[in-house]
């Protein structure tokens, strides 16, 4: 268990040992988003712009526009709201290597309530031509991330969140990102246990199930449920939200015909509206999303949040069988 | 002012030929952008020549640039934050040979690399993407830290207009830039005092400009902003000032040049068409 911000985090300070046009940028919030241990280790490459996100997105614009890669890091709700214009201005209009790094994304935020939960940020960010958008699952899954988006040039937004989340790739998991990671097959089998490539039966299945951050976890216990009720499903981590892995989303439209998509976020833009665009123009079958139902948050712990917006692995389970329904009525 | 004028390392003939010059890319830019707008048929007039002085002078006196080059690591930065006098940018680039000056009318045009506000990916020469006011100032505090970073000796210049300091994110890289001790980085603000709605004292006063950037850490002049001495005197002043950024609050008359033009807020954002343009080219041909 460890919460990808954490990850975030000691990823910053591994690069920065090895690269040394990575800078790091925060608005009054290191202790949160965790890029503290990057401004101790290199303080002269580290930025604190205090309360003042747009200046620091524009600020970012600018180094990225001389050669640094930086790394710019606020909560999700301001990297993606306060500095929409910024993001979209600054940064993304003329393409510069500018990554962002969003914590505290989602309800799990908890106690801090709506003000500081973000369910809209991917829809925001995802909505920006050019821009890719990822919501790791776990730390090792960031892990990758982060270094993936180091070495790639162009505008990424990478959310984090703020509690534990139970590993779901063993370290070292030869993620590559950009491409869905199937976490859990119809036969049971983990990401570790299977080729990459190889062995595609397993995502034969009644329905498959796609989420990103937190929800992937949760749909590993929805899997365990289903399957004592004879419901095969396949889990998978679709944490690049853009540009989405189309060809894996077309083999399980074939090999599975009913989906369910997972994620803490609006069901509105982001993961489910991503994957449902895509699929009615290409290949129309049932998809269900779990997500929030278009209401702000509000304060709690996250156990209570997520039960109360319909984001528990019953929900999931839920879902399923109402994809499977539909898939059987068609 | 500061007490090193323009003319420190250079003798007085060469710096009044260097004048002079400036001053006739100045004539130059100014027909060239009242036959861009007036081509495009769409644009902004007040606030462009309201800046001819400005960006002539950077580009023909102060800025050391390549524009064989234009992303040479060690040329000096200039940021129009102010993205909407576009057609005077794109004038001096193209009288210093960054682009060819045919290009020139095919300003607004689509499929021209002169878009209507700055675009950093189609223009050669051009830093970063403005026309959301109030955003330059930011990204120049970005190229300045990186500078620094580098140990490079390039310097950045701004340009704001002073409506546009009614944007709060203007501030809050003023706040940035002395906190990071940014010498390195000076602004000018084109204070023509009109904006689309009216004058600008009346919209939402920002005055005491100066006592404000003072306020913030700034080094302040207030200089004409169409004296070219002035503004090289600025230039040289800013240059050496260490330990603080400078602003540069250039008084102008918007629409400068054009008598039915200056002083007119009508002017901010409309094109002159037919007998206008024809006039309007006379006045500042012969000027």
């Known amino acids: 268990m460890k919460a990808t911000r954490e990850a975030y985090g000691e990823a910053l300070v591994e690069l920065g040992r090895e690269h040394p046009e990575i800078v790091v940028l925060d608005a009054d919030l290191s202790s949160s988003t965790m890029t503290s241990g990057f401004a101790k280790e290199f303080p002269e490459r580290f930025f604190n712009f205090g309360i003042a996100e747009a200046n620091m997105m524009g600020a970012a614009a600018g180094l990225a526009r001389s050669g640094k890669v930086p790394f710019a890091s606020t909560f999700a709700v301001f990297a993606s709201g306060r500095a929409y214009d910024q993001v979209r201005q600054s940064i993304a209009y003329p393409g510069f ?28 960010m995802r909505v920006i031509p050019g821009m890719t958008v990822v919501v790791p699952a776990d730390a090792e899954e960031t892990r990758q991330v982060v270094r993936w988006a180091a070495a790639h040039d162009g505008p990424v937004y990478i959310r984090l969140g703020r509690s534990p989340v139970p590993d779901v790739f063993p370290q070292g998991a030869p993620i590559q990102p950009g491409k869905a990671s199937v976490v859990k ?15 595609r039966d397993g995502l034969d299945a009644d329905v498959a199930i796609l989420a990103n951050g937190i929800m992937v976890s949760k749909c590993l216990e929805a899997w365990e449920l289903l399957a004592a009720e004879g419901i095969t499903s396949v889990v998978v981590d679709v944490a690049f939200v853009k540009p989405l892995d189309e060809k894996t989303l077309l083999e399980l439209a074939g090999r599975c015909g009913a989906f369910v998509t997972a994620e803490e976020h609006s069901v509105i833009g982001g993961l489910g509206g991503a994957v449902t665009e895509f699929l009615s123009e290409n290949c129309p079958c049932p998809v269900v999303r779990v997500g929030v139902r278009d209401r702000f948050g509000q304060s709690g712990t996250p156990e209570e949040l997520l039960a109360e917006y319909g984001l528990t692995a019953e929900d999931i389970a839920q879902a399923a069988r109402k994809s499977l329904e539909l898939k059987r009525a068609e | 002012m500061g007490q090193k ?52 002078t950077l580009y023909f006196g102060v800025m050391r640039v390549k524009p064989e080059d234009p992303n040479w690591p060690d040329r000096d930065r200039f940021v129009l934050s102010k993205g909407h006098a576009a057609p005077t940018l794109y004038a001096v680039l193209a009288e ?47 190229m300045a830290l990186a500078g620094k970073l580098d140990r490079k000796g390039y310097r950045v210049w701004v ?16 706040m940035a830039a002395s906190h990071y001790k940014l010498d390195n980085l000076a602004a000018f603000v084109d204070f ?20 404000k950037w003072r306020a913030f850490g700034w080094r302040v002049l207030e200089v004409d902003g169409h004296d070219v001495d002035a503004l090289l005197e600025a230039a040289s002043y800013a240059s050496e000032s260490p330990g603080a950024p400078t602003a540069i609050i250039a008084r102008t008359v918007k629409g400068k040049g054009v008598s039915f033009m200056e002083g007119q807020r009508e002017w901010h954002g409309k094109a002159p068409k037919g007998e206008e343009l024809s006039r309007a080219l006379q006045e500042v041909t012969k000027s």
């Not at chain 1, 935020?109 to 991917?122: C, N, R, T, Y």
């Not at chain 2, 045009?109 to 675009?119: A, E, I, N, R, V």
């Not at chain 2, 009109?194 to 920002?206: K, T």
């Open chain 2, 159 to 174: 340009l704001l207009g002073d409506g546009e300091c009614q944007e709060g994110q203007v501030w809050e890289a003023a």
């Open chain 1, 97 to 124: 290597n500018v990554k962002i790094a969003a914590s505290h994304g989602g309800l799990t935020v908890g106690p801090d309530g709506a003000s500081h939960q973000a369910l809209e940020d991917i829809a925001l």
């Open chain 1, 185 to 199: 097959d119809a036969k049971g089998r983990g990401f570790g246990e299977m080729r990459p490539g190889g062995e």
């Open chain 2, 192 to 211: 023509n005092g009109l904006q689309i709605d009216g004058r600008v004292e009346e919209i939402m006063n920002p005055s005491p400009l100066a006592d």
């Open chain 2, 5 to 56: 004028g323009k003319c420190e390392v250079t003798t007085q003939t060469q710096c009044s030929k260097k004048v002079e010059e400036i001053r006739r890319v100045c004539r130059e830019v100014r027909k060239n952008v009242l036959v861009m707008i007036g081509t495009a048929g769409s644009g902004h007039p007040g606030g462009s020549l309201s800046c001819v002085e400005i960006i002539s």
């Open chain 2, 96 to 142: 210093k040979g960054f682009f060819p000056k045919d290009l020139l009318p095919t300003l607004r045009k689509f499929g021209s690399p002169l878009q209507g506000h700055p675009d950093a990916k189609r223009t050669p020469g051009v830093e970063v993407s403005t026309g959301s006011l109030g955003q330059g100032l930011s990204m120049a505090v970005g």
